[in-house]
């Protein structure tokens, strides 16, 4: 009687694969580390001249804006994420008095910034500039670093936005108790203090000193640089619209199986 050929398991032939045992010697991973270090060097040049080049045509765009009423309003809510922080209707007609938004990048560390809001004469508060500072802290080491051509250090190539960055809170000249959006519609975090239950109104932004929602990164970084289109609706700055699409069609094929079932609501953020 002839033997059987024994069957494999499942996945048998990726447990074989010759690409699981690849090993690197100690020479080579430093010379990958070398070049990631060189890469993250180029990258930071790149964005350095990047800024030096855009800055002018961000003013010129500035000088447009400004006459243009509520775009920058409008640029900010329609942000997926900003406008759900923005959900309140009090906290839009107090962002209607917005006249201008300015990012201002760390000259010695561009990957931290200041975030102006500049208001017209309000009835909620007296200030007319909100700022929201993104402050590089300098590691003990870069006290002994020379820079090189382009000002770069090699602390900087080990840059932690957790650990370089200081985030401000600054306290806004409210016009009365029933005017304090922030004391009306209050954050509500989570029991790690960490994550968002609640974001309240989105002047909470400005008087706190964490940003659990990265909502600075995100104007700073999004919605700043393509303000146009987010003002004429090209973007939302929502990733996730696709799959809320594909999710959408599942929940349709769904509903046609089980009209009974309630169908889940999606989360905004």
Known sequence: ???????????????KSPLANVELSDDDAKKLTDIQRDLA????????????????????????????PNFWPVALMNHTLVGYHAQHSVDQTALTYLEDIWVEKDPKEHRCFTIE???????????????????????????????????????????????????????????????????????????????????????????????PSDIGVIIANEVFPEAIEYFLGNVSGDSDDEDDEDSEDEDDDAAEIDLEKPRPKKQKV
């Open 117 to 211: 809001f500049h208001f017209k004469e309000n009835p909620y508060f007296s200030d007319r500039v909100l700022k929201k500072e993104y402050s590089f802290i300098p590691s003990p080491a870069s006290e002994n670093e020379t820079p090189d051509e382009h000002g770069i250090t090699d602390s900087m190539l080990d840059f932690s936005w957790e650990r370089d960055v200081k985030i401000s809170a600054n306290k806004i000249d409210w016009k009365g108790t029933d005017k304090a959006l922030t004391k009306i519609h209050p954050r509500v975090l989570g029991d790690d203090n960490e994550d968002l239950v609640e974001p309240g109104s989105f002047f909470n932004f400005f008087e706190h000193d964490i940003d």
């Open 1 to 15: 009687m002839s033997k059987g050929t024994k069957r494999g398991s499942p996945g048998a032939e990726e447990e």
């Open 41 to 68: 060097r180029a990258e930071l040049i790149l964005e350095r001249q990047a800024q030096a080049t855009l800055r002018p045509v961000y003013e010129k765009r500035r000088a447009v804006t400004k006459k243009i």
